[in-house]
């Protein structure tokens, strides 16, 4: 059986930073793609970054490209989400997703994702 569990969110100031956790257990790490979605009550979800277990590839949308770093620990089975310089349009519903491999063009993609974690919530705000 497949199981996500996020850790991590919070309320934080603007500028601040937090880090998010997904620990994975039930699949191959080999395989494995892991992806941040987030989600503002009313929108769809957004993936904003991935991370490849097997080769260590990483993807990011354009609004978190050089404030957010995806990596994972193979050891510890877990994906990390850093972010830094957080803004309010950053508040969001965090969730972690896995599906097998990173398909450069389409892991942002929300209707090929397995498996998800129950989500963390992300406040930005002064």
Request: glycine residues 12%.
């Amino acid at each position: 059986q497949v199981d996500l569990r996020e850790s991590g969110g919070g309320s934080v100031q603007p500028g601040g930073s937090l880090t998010l956790s997904c620990q994975v257990s039930g699949y191959s790490l080999g395989s494995l793609c892991m992806t941040w979605f987030r989600q503002v009550p009313g929108q769809e979800r957004e993936g904003v970054a991935a991370v490849d277990f097997g080769d260590g590839r990483k993807f990011y949308a354009d609004s978190v490209k050089g404030r957010f770093i995806s990596s994972r620990n193979n050891a510890e089975r877990t994906a990390y989400l850093q972010m830094r310089s957080l803004n309010p349009e950053d508040t969001a519903m965090y969730y972690c997703a896995a599906r097998q491999f990173c398909p450069a063009t389409s892991w942002h993609l929300i209707e090929y994702y397995d498996y998800w974690g129950q989500g963390t919530q992300v406040n930005v705000s002064s």
